[in-house]
Structure formats: C-alpha cells, structure tokens
C-alpha cells in the first residue's frame, strides 16, 4: 500500500498536477512493481509565505512524501528515486535539486484498510520488492 502527498507551491503545482501524477506514477509502478490501477496523490498547495525551502532551491521545489508498508529493498527504493529525478527533469523540466523525495515505511498492522488491518489484507502485489 502507498499514499503519496505531493507539496509545492500553488501556481507552480497546480499547472503540472496531472502530468506530474503520471510521471510519478510510471515511476512507482516501474521501481516498486506497483499495480497500474492503484493510484493515491493527494496534491497540497501552498502559497509562497508558507513553504519555506532550503537554499538553493528554485520556487519549483517541492516535496514528495510516500507513507506505505515496510518491505521494499533498498535497491528498489533506489531505483524510485532515480526514476523520479531523471523524468522529473526530463518530462516535468524540474531540477534534481528541486525534487524531495521522503519515505515513510511502516508495519502492515499500523494500516486500516476496506476494514481489515492492513496485515491482513490480500494485496494482489508484492511489497518484497
């Protein structure tokens, strides 16, 4: 399971949203083996006065935040963020360095999901990736 929050400024976000969503979903479904048909972005734009960013940083910088069950490989998780950065820059023509990228993991037990624990429900993929 995976939920991906996608923060950034408003007027720079929101004009690529849709085309972000699907770049990044290419990229979890290539490196995590994750189903085409599962897809959760939620999108949260801030103004400019409240998303302060590391030096450096252009007003495209944004932050991807993934929450989902423990288990990938360090390999897999490494080829994720490769993914991301290439065709961010490549598709999106956003800069490695403005690209943030934060893995949440936690247990299956810790997830309520379509009213099971999340350790108990029958996923039809593998999170051992």
Known sequence: MSQI???G???VLKPMRSQLSEVLHGC????LAY???KRAHRFFYLDHEDFYSPEGRSESYII???NLFEGRSTASKKRLYSLIFDRFERVLGLRPQDVEIVLI???AHNWGIRG????ELRLNYKIDV
């Open 64 to 66: 991807l935040e993934f």
């Open 28 to 31: 979890v479904v290539e490196a």
């Open 116 to 119: 099971l624990p999340g350790d």
């Open 5 to 7: 929050k996608i923060y």
């Open 9 to 11: 400024i408003a007027s």
């Open 105 to 107: 993991e936690s247990p």
């Open 35 to 37: 189903p085409k048909d």
